[in-house]
């Protein structure tokens, strides 16, 4: 199973724009990466996902580099309620472990 | 929200008795999850299942059990609690996994399990 790694916490402020990178140095070939953001007491909600390049929906984009060795979540313009846990997870089927996560905080 | 109720949201029992948390939903997806989730640990996987009436283990499965009897109901049984199992619980559903199919995780949200 890949292995993620992601800083521990993160400060921002509101208005720009936060990147958080995750490595996944042995990822698989069959393996996706999945963003997750969960709030106190709540369960952890889809985000993003990709499997190369750049995909991009209405809240957030995944930055993926050809070897696939890391990713980076780009979530533009935050404001105070993108405070949260943010999980970097890489698999393929049943399996999926969740790191220890990026606690994002944003600042006024 | 996808359809997932967890119940109960809340429970405190003593240490020996057995506990049954159930995760029940309406979305109609094959694959169910057990994670607990602890400070310093993060989730982590207890058991799953990919249909009715298989199951598998995960990263964490010692000292508990589960059931799928119905596509909607994937229940966790611990058979006697001990203080190590105090945790959240949080039931995951998924529609499909593997490859071009691979879909996302949805969560409940959460069973707070105290054991005393």
């Known amino acids: 199973l890949a292995k993620t790694t992601q800083p521990i916490s993160m400060d921002s402020y509101e208005g720009q724009e936060v990147n958080i990178t995750c490595s996944h140095n042995?990822?698989?070939?069959?393996?996706?990466i999945t963003w997750y953001q969960q709030f106190p007491s709540q369960g952890p909600r889809f985000i993003i996902q990709?499997?190369?390049t750049k995909v991009t929906n209405e809240v957030a984009s995944l930055f993926i580099p050809a070897d696939r060795k890391s990713s980076t979540l780009s979530l533009p313009r935050v404001s105070l309620s993108d405070t949260a846990v943010y999980y970097c997870?890489?698999?393929?089927?049943?399996?999926?472990?969740f790191g220890a996560g990026t606690r994002l905080t944003v600042k006024p | 929200d996808a359809g997932i109720t967890q119940s109960p949201r809340h429970k405190v029992t003593e240490t020996g008795t057995p506990v049954t948390l159930r995760c029940h939903q309406t979305?109609?997806?094959?694959?169910m999850y057990w994670y607990r989730q602890d400070p310093g640990h993060g989730l982590r996987l207890i058991h799953y299942?990919?249909?009715?009436?298989?199951?598998d283990k995960g990263e964490v499965s010692d000292g508990y059990s589960v059931s799928r009897s119905k596509t909607e109901d994937f229940l966790l049984t611990l058979e006697s609690a001990t203080s190590s199992q105090t945790s959240v619980y949080f039931c995951?559903?998924?529609?499909?996994?593997?490859?071009?199919?691979?879909?996302?995780?949805?969560f409940g949200n959460g069973t707070r399990l105290t054991v005393t």
């Open positions: 979305e109609n997806h094959r694959y």
């Open positions: 042995n990822i698989a070939t069959n393996d996706y």
């Open positions: 990709g499997y190369k």
């Open positions: 997870l890489v698999g393929d089927g049943n399996d999926m472990r």
């Open positions: 299942s990919y249909g009715v009436k298989d199951t």
């Open positions: 995951a559903i998924s529609e499909s996994v593997g490859g071009q199919f691979n879909s996302p995780l949805h």
